[in-house]
C-alpha cells in the first residue's frame, strides 16, 4: 500500500511537472483526485487493509492527496502567469508606428467670413449681440419706418406666423431691441439668420445671413460711418481697397447709401470678376432716421448714429471666389474641406 501511495505521488507530481497547458492539470486532477481516480481508489479498498493500519494508511492517503492539491495550484499559478506574459510580449505596442488620422471638420465659409468681420469690428469696440429668428412685425417693418402698406415690405417679403409675427427678413430689427434696451452710447454688431420668400437660385436663397452695424452717440456725422466702413473694407479685402458711396434709399435711414469696395481681383481696373465695372457691390447703410431714433426712445436732438447691413454669404462667396451661393448650403465634405 505504501509503495502504491508514493509510486502514485512521484507519478501524478512528475505529469504536474510536465503539464504545460491548464487544461492538462484538469485532466491530471481527475486522473488521481477524481471519483474514479487513482487515490480515491486506494480509500475504496481500505478495507483490506487490517484495522489496526488503517488510521496510519488513511494518514498516508490524505497528505498524498494535500500535496497533489497544492502541487496542483502551484502548477496552475505559473501557468497562468507564463500564458499572460507571452500575451503581453505578443500584443506589445509599437509606438513608433503612425498614428491613426482622427478627421476633423472643416470651418464653414460663412463662419469664416463671420468671424472675420467680428474680428473687425470688436477690435473697433463693438459689442456683438443677437437678436431673435423669429420676430414681432412691429420691430421688423414698424419701428424701421415701414408701416403697413409701405412698398418696402413687397421686397421683403417673408414667412409670417400671423398677422404680428413672422421670420426676420432682415436683421435691422435687431436695431430697434439695442436702442429701446441700451442708454448711448451703442456700438453693436448683429449677426444671424434671415428669411425671404425667395426662389433658390445663384444668388438668392429663402434663408441667408446678415450681419448689422449699430453706432449711437453724440456728434456721430456721416463721415464717422465713411471711416468705419473704410477701416473695415480694407481689413476684410486688403490695404489697397477704395469705397465708393453710392446714394441709395433705405426708410430707416436718412440719407442712406449702397457702398461699393474696388474689385480686390483687378485693383480697380475692370475684370471678369467685378463685370468690367472696377467695383463691387457689398452693402447698405445710412445715417439712422430720426423718426426711428424717435420711435425706440432716443432724442434725435441729443443724438445721432449711422447703421449697416451686410450680407455674409455675399462676403464669403467674393472672398473665396465661390460662384453659386447654393454650394454654401449643400453641406459636401469635398466643398467644405477647400476653406
Ligand atoms: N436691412 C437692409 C436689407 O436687408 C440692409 C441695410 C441697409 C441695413 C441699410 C442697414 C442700413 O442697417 O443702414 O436690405
Not at 484495522?51 to 488513511?58: A, H, L, M, N, S
Not at 498524498?64 to 500564458?83: D, F, G, P, S, Y
Not at 500584443?91 to 467670413?113: F, Q
Request: with cysteine.
Amino acid at each position: 500500500m505504501k509503495e502504491q501511495l508514493e509510486r502514485i505521488k512521484s507519478e501524478a507530481l512528475a505529469k504536474m511537472e510536465a503539464a504545460d497547458a491548464l487544461e492538462r492539470l484538469n485532466e491530471i486532477r481527475v486522473a488521481y483526485l477524481g471519483k474514479k481516480g487513482e487515490l480515491t481508489g486506494v480509500l475504496k479498498s481500505m478495507k483490506d487493509v487490517a484495522p489496526e493500519d488503517r488510521p496510519k494508511v488513511g494518514q498516508m492517503v490524505n497528505e498524498v492527496r494535500e500535496m497533489i492539491e497544492q502541487k496542483l495550484e502551484e502548477t496552475k499559478a505559473a501557468l497562468a502567469k507564463k500564458a499572460r506574459e507571452e500575451q503581453m510580449k505578443r500584443e506589445v505596442i509599437d509606438v513608433t508606428l503612425p498614428a491613426k488620422k482622427a478627421n476633423t471638420g472643416h470651418k464653414h465659409p460663412n463662419s469664416i467670413a463671420l468671424e472675420e468681420v467680428e474680428r473687425i469690428f470688436v477690435g473697433m469696440g463693438y459689442e456683438v449681440v443677437e437678436g431673435p429668428e423669429v420676430e414681432y412685425d412691429m420691430y421688423n417693418f414698424e419701428k424701421l419706418n415701414i408701416p403697413k402698406g409701405h412698398p418696402a415690405r413687397d421686397e421683403q417679403d417673408t414667412f409670417y406666423i400671423n398677422d404680428s409675427i413672422l421670420l426676420r427678413s432682415q436683421t435691422s430689427p435687431v436695431q430697434a431691441r439695442v436702442m429701446e434696451k441700451q442708454k448711448p452710447p451703442i456700438r453693436m454688431i448683429a449677426p444671424g439668420r434671415v428669411f425671404r420668400s425667395d426662389e433658390v437660385d445663384a444668388t438668392h436663397s429663402p434663408s441667408f445671413h446678415q450681419i448689422e452695424g449699430l453706432v449711437i452717440d453724440k456728434h456721430i456725422t456721416f463721415a464717422d460711418l465713411k471711416g468705419t466702413l473704410a477701416e473695415f473694407a480694407k481689413e476684410l479685402f486688403g490695404e489697397d481697397t477704395k469705397v465708393k458711396f453710392r446714394p441709395h434709399h433705405f426708410p430707416f435711414t436718412e440719407p442712406s447709401a449702397e457702398v461699393d469696395v474696388s474689385c480686390f481681383k483687378c485693383g480697380g481696373k475692370g475684370c471678369r470678376f467685378c463685370k468690367g465695372s472696377g467695383w463691387i457691390e457689398i452693402l447698405g447703410c445710412g445715417m439712422v432716421h430720426p423718426h426711428v431714433l424717435e420711435m425706440c426712445g432716443i432724442d434725435p436732438e441729443e443724438y445721432t448714429g449711422f447703421a449697416f447691413g451686410v450680407g455674409l454669404e455675399r462676403i464669403a462667396l467674393l472672398k473665396y471666389e465661390i460662384d453659386d451661393m447654393r454650394l454654401l448650403y449643400e453641406n459636401d465634405i469635398r466643398f467644405l474641406k477647400q476653406f
